[in-house]
């Protein structure tokens, strides 16, 4: 049987839209103990880097692993495009490289860029964007990192860099402060409002949403890019080097959040940060944890290996109108969706429109004239 969500409209009304919930599950895929992860937005490529190692690729959610032909080093950080296919990896030795294929082939652009000690990196959606920090400067790259432009910012250690989908928007937390840029790292704000002055953070697609874990304190969101920010109920960790929080990562809507804990478990929320739920996992040195689009697919780093959970992926249909024609969007799913069209909610039809990617919030965006978008329409699960 087919699972699906439905939206029902006539003319441009919208009536309700339906909405489930499913149980989460982890499975140990990878006795790899990597560095860093990274995943594409429909979580089937899965990336991850090995400090004193490889990188290796995953193209099918992790059930198997491919060593690629990057070099054994101390990699720091891995990032990559919507699709996976474009990926960067930071090295502490100061190397920079840049695949374009998956990890098939590899490039070093560290000529081209200036800095050492590369500990940070992050990837717009289109990876064409791309920003690598070390411990006094952040490089940004709007060409794939053909060439780099070095933006000096506060010396600090820095332990997370996030950006937005299209890139424009970067932040950059130490455990003392946080910094934010809104022109691709061109210019650095510095946000002093931040409890306890920062830690690891993580971003939805718009840049607007925000959380960081603080390990004296919890874990803060903010939906106005840290402007302001809310406490919420996830636990309140001693600051020791045998418990804080490791890393955190965020759905692309924002509203799915998972963060692990160094030498502890991971914890989980699907409201935005409000509760979070404590994971069936073992207590492992966490190291990395990413989110595909949705959030319905998360790939974890430790010590002892790689960890995959899998939910069903409940995409939530929305619509706006525009010069009097209808945009269906929504998130890009991690399971195949197919939208449907009905006149009497009794005999479906497929819209056998191509939906676009919509690059700044990992939307598939589909416009309808008036005269085709009248009745009721609903997401199937292929």
Known sequence: MKTWLSVAMIGFDLFGAGNFAFAQTWSHVSAVSARSISISADGSKIIAAVYGGGIYVSTNFGVSWTLTSAPSTNWTAIASSFDGNKIIATSYNGGIYVSTNAGITWTNSETNAPGQYRILAVSSSDGNKLAVADYFSVSTSTNSGASWVSNPVSNQKWVSLISSADGSKLAIASY???????????????????????????????????????????????????????????????????????????????????????????????????TWTSNNVPTENWSGIASSADGSILAAASSAGIWI?????????????????????????????????????????????????????????????????????RLVAQ
Do not use: C, H
């Open 176 to 274: 003392p402060t946080l910094y934010i840029s809104t022109n691709s790292g061109v210019q650095w704000r510095l946000i002093t409002n931040v409890p306890t002055g920062g830690g690891v953070i993580a971003g939805a697609a718009d840049g607007n949403k925000l959380a960081m874990a603080v390990s004296q304190e919890g874990i803060y969101t903010s939906v106005n890019s840290g402007a302001t920010w809310i406490l919420t109920s996830a636990p309140i960790l001693t600051n020791t080097p045998a418990s804080y929080w490791q890393a955190i990562t965020s759905s692309s809507d924002g509203r799915k959040l998972a963060a692990t804990i160094f030498n502890g478990g991971i914890y989980t929320s699907t409201d935005f940060g409000v």
């Open 309 to 377: 959970s899998q939910s069903t992926p409940t995409p939530q249909l929305s619509f706006t109108t525009s010069n009097n024609n209808l945009l269906l969007s929504w998130l890009v799913p991690s399971t195949n969706f197919v939208l449907q069209q009905s006149l009497d909610m009794i005999s479906w039809v497929n819209v056998t429109n191509t939906p676009a990617l919509n690059f700044t919030n990992l939307n598939d965006e589909i416009t309808l004239s008036p005269s085709g978008s009248g009745g009721f329409f």
